[in-house]
């Protein structure tokens, strides 16, 4: 077994920490001087390589989303690029406002929720739900299967088995 020192560890962590930083500032640096670019040349596929060159690691969900809110673009998720809206233009107030508020602050990942299993297998809950779909069937005027009194009597008797 090869054993590091937390000293060079610490170092490690450091050099990340500042190679971090500094790919964010680079992203947002590149990001800006595209939106400027596509504004004065019409040329966005810059904006499309940058997205495409990020890491696995990076927040390239959080980039697209910032990229489209300040920009007349919408991201093809099948082509995997960006595409111009029609209606919309490029505007410079609203570059100046991705710069104000880069992208990695501009949207924030949601904190993973915990699995709760008393929840999971709510007799109450499944039924519910059940019946929402039931209520959207009827009011979308799509066929229903089977027996709908039929349906309420076995919820019940599920309903009273498990609680």
Known sequence: MNTICVKTLNRQIGEIKRSGKA?????????????WHALQCGNHTPLTN???????SSRR??????VVDHSPLQWDAEKNCFIK????????ERINAAIAVPFY???????PKAL?????????????LANKQIEKALEE???????????????ATFQSLVS
């Open 85 to 92: 809206s029609k209606r919309q233009q490029w505007e410079g």
């Open 141 to 155: 005027g799509r066929e229903i299967k089977g027996d709908q009194a039929a349906f309420a009597k076995r919820a």
């Open 50 to 56: 940058l997205v495409l060159a990020l890491p696995a």
């Open 105 to 111: 602050e501009y949207s924030v990942e949601k904190e």
């Open 23 to 35: 790919l964010q500032e680079k992203i947002v640096s590149v990001e800006t001087d595209a939106m």
């Open 116 to 128: 709760d299993l008393d929840k999971l297998l709510c007799a109450e809950k499944l039924i519910e």
């Open 61 to 66: 969900k959080a980039l697209i989303l910032h």
